[in-house]
């Protein structure tokens, strides 16, 4: 059964960067489409990112449209988020998940994803 591990936790100034990873700890990301949600207190969970098997199809929140990144190194087994210019808005837990099938990232929905990691904790505040 497919485990997804999410790391880099940070607390980071307004303005500032940082890079989300999340990786298989059992199981593949072989052809599977993987995204990134996130959580804020009094907030759904909602999609913030989405990438293909391939890497050839990607998709984004229209909130994080110009600074967020997302890629992934199939060889690896690892997906990324970077996030740059971060705002106090993005504050929230990130969760990885991954598609059963490989998803062409048109729509980031949770439905669409079965397999999911624990999540990362996301503190911007200067």
């Known amino acids: 059964q497919l485990q997804l591990v999410e790391s880099g936790v940070g607390l980071v100034q307004p303005g500032g960067s940082l890079r989300l990873s999340c990786a298989a700890s059992a199981g593949t990301l072989d052809y599977r489409a993987v995204a990134w949600f996130r959580h804020s207190p009094g907030k759904e969970r909602d999609g913030v990112s989405c990438?293909?098997?391939?890497?050839?199809?990607?998709n984004y929140a229209d909130s994080v449209k110009g600074r967020f990144t997302i890629s992934r190194e199939n060889a690896k087994s690892t997906v990324s988020l970077q996030m740059n210019s971060l705002e106090p808005e993005d504050t929230a837990v990130y969760y990885c998940?991954?598609?059963?099938?490989?998803?062409?990232?048109?729509?980031?929905?949770?439905?669409?994803?079965?397999?999911w990691g624990q999540g990362t904790r996301v503190n911007v505040s200067s």
């Open positions: 998940a991954a598609s059963l099938t490989d998803y062409v990232c048109d729509f980031i929905l949770r439905q669409d994803f079965t397999a």
């Open positions: 990438i293909s098997s391939r890497g050839t199809t990607t």
